[in-house]
């Protein structure tokens, strides 16, 4: 049995499906490991750089859940990756942050992204995979960092606010473009949000999705 | 109470030598996260990336356990790392590597020359920082990686093998040059190391260190 990427799942294992969404949850938290740990190190201070590097961090830990999950059902997680590191890498090459600011308003508002579309994933899949995705998304409690300083910078600075609310909804459209090229590609995947998620197919997602970042947007201090 | 680097040590809190010795540990590992994580980025394979990027995250576990323990000790690690960012930044900057296999070496003997300090130094402290840091010095398990990955270069080339050799020994030296120098700009910490380790002083533990970097050496096939 392969997936529509060509992954070889072995008989008994998880559905293709269920392989490509882990695969694209697996390259997320790798590659936005990458970026905060690049980020980091333009940070303004030490305990700045500190933060945004335990965030980073923070992905290798869920990384290597989907990893171990994975091994146990017969698939190499890099072979899972595979089919999306160029569209992943894309997304972050379209969206690299110019300033320690946009770093931090990328690191709130992705790792929310992701977490929403996971979120509503989790009922879709076998029992084993939803509860791994559930347990991958927990809050590792860095998120209170990024608020706190991205509405200092914002009370202290209207111009500051003006532009990173310009920079937070860039990010969702980015997002959204690149996630929708990643079902287009993909018959099986997009049989599988539609069939999830009801009468809403793709569009109900993302309305979903949207609604969510317009609230972390509040939090931020950017609506 | 402050520091010879004036860090402000609360009255009861460690000895001003230990937040030294600390303030390198943090920053040490910290340094080695930004580099691992860049090294990373460089992989031949998706799973090499994840392998390195693992060793990264790991380095942060372990500055999180010294983080806490200063913190509990009214010290910001920030305030404690800062007075020896400069010559750890100056350590790695000497010492880029130029390719993946560098990385790798880099990487284990990197982290072994630092174990092999602190070990030595974890029992001339008082029992609770002694036992920190032989807990941030367990091994994570990362390093048979390096040790697979190295080896099989070596014996495929023994060009690769003669130019890795040198590199081993040239990080050794630049290693023992930059922590002289950090010595030598603080009679506090060199009377400690003087009083712990009996008649052998500073050279003495150089040649502890040295031997043991042999043997690493030779584990990875260098020797």
Redesign the interface.
């Known amino acids: 049995m392969t997936t529509d990427a060509g992954t070889e799942v072995p008989a008994g294992g998880p559905a293709p499906v269920t392989v490509e969404l882990l695969g694209v949850l697996a390259y997320g938290e790798?590659s936005a490991?990458?970026r905060l740990?690049?980020d980091?190190?333009a940070a303004p201070?030490?305990?700045g750089?500190?933060q945004l590097?335990?965030m980073?961090?923070a992905?290798?830990?869920h990384?290597?859940l989907v990893?171990d999950h994975l091994g146990g059902a017969g698939v190499?997680?890099?072979d899972a990756?595979?089919p999306f590191?160029a569209l992943i890498d894309s997304y972050h090459a379209s969206t690299a942050p110019r300033s320690w600011l946009e770093s931090l308003v990328k690191a709130y508002l992705g790792d929310g992204l992701g977490a929403d579309f996971y979120r509503e994933v989790a009922g879709w899949v076998d029992p084993a995979t939803g509860e791994l995705v559930r347990r991958v998304l927990a809050d590792t409690g860095h998120s209170a960092f990024a608020e706190r300083e991205v509405r200092a910078a914002c009370e202290a600075n209207p111009h500051q606010r003006d532009r990173l609310a310009l920079w937070g909804r860039r990010l969702l459209g980015e997002a959204v473009t690149h996630a929708q090229r990643v079902v287009a590609e993909r018959d099986e995947l997009a049989e599988f949000i539609v069939g999830g998620s009801g009468s809403g197919g793709v569009a109900g997602l993302i309305r979903t999705v949207q609604a969510a970042h317009g609230k972390r947007m509040g939090r931020l201090g950017l609506s």
Do not use: H, K, N, Q
Request: proline share 0%.
């Open positions: 790798l490991f990458d740990a690049e980091a190190r201070t030490l305990t750089r500190a590097s335990a980073a961090a992905e290798i830990g990384f290597r990893e190499a997680v890099a990756m595979a590191t």
